[in-house]
């Protein structure tokens, strides 16, 4: 009898070693970031983050030249309640590029060459996906505000009747 219960645990043994050596192990890593608050976005003073900049009607003929350009209009960004501690912000527009002009591309019924040209406070040049430098905040409750112009601009001295438009997204970037 004695025989019977040696024989019982040895066979528990052995197919406990077993299962040791047919496992398999692995690691798994989970990572994040904690992030402070991020900036509110308000497009002229509308308390909202997102806005219609109306060029108004321009008269097809007036852009018959290259380089010709509609009356700009004045719009403003403003970046409110943004995280302290970092030493810039990048801010950009997104958008499609006309050609190599550095210019935003319309949607347009024809390709006559019309573009949105942006320019920031100082009239130079703002093109598409390009992030600008932005002083940061000294205080969390600062007001960033971002002066821009926009203007219709004629790349080929054409410009067909019509309705055109050009929607582009705002990013900023902490540094």
Partial sequence: MNKKIIALPLSILLTVGLMETASATGTVNF???????????????????????????????????????????????????????????????????YGSTGDFAVSHEHDDGVVIELKDMNGAQVSPNTPIQVAAAAQSDSKIRLPFTANIRST????????????????????
């Avoid at 290259?66 to 403003?78: E, I, K, L, R, Y």
């Avoid at 943004?82 to 590029?97: A, I, K, R, V």
């Fill in 156 to 175: 080929k001295g054409e410009a067909a009747v019509g309705q055109f438009v050009m929607a582009t997204n705002i990013s900023v970037q902490y540094e």
């Fill in 31 to 97: 990572k994040g970031s904690l992030a402070g608050s991020i900036c509110t976005i308000d497009i002229n003073n509308s308390g909202l983050d997102n806005s219609n900049i109306d060029l108004g009607t321009i008269e097809a003929n007036t852009l018959n030249t290259v380089g010709a350009t509609s009356p700009a209009v004045q719009f403003n960004v403003d970046m409110t309640d943004c995280p302290t501690g970092y030493s810039n912000f990048q801010f950009q527009f997104s958008g499609d590029e």
